[in-house]
């Protein structure tokens, strides 16, 4: 497993024990890095208009297509370290 993989890991079990929840749209970019970090470019259909949190979930995580997974998860670390 490489040192990014390895931050990754621990940034993740870390985002789940926040002292403090982070707002809503924190919460939606920590969802589509993560998402972004270990899936790739979303995929399937986007939820359909009565499951709004799923929709925007799904479109938090589609802005992110073309970007690599390694930055990614460089994201996603940065931005659990700068919530602690």
Not at 10 to 32: C, H, I
Not at 68 to 84: F, R
């Amino acid at each position: 497993m490489s040192d990014l993989n390895k931050l990754f890991q621990k940034a993740a079990g870390e985002a789940q024990s926040l002292s403090k929840r982070p707002d809503n749209d924190t919460m939606l970019k920590l969802y589509a890095l993560y998402k972004q970090g270990t899936k790739g470019d979303a995929s399937g259909n986007r939820p359909g208009m009565f499951d709004m949190v799923g929709r925007a979930k799904y479109d938090a995580w589609a802005k992110l297509k073309g970007t690599s997974m390694e930055s990614a998860m460089q994201q996603y670390v940065d931005l659990v370290e700068s919530l602690k």
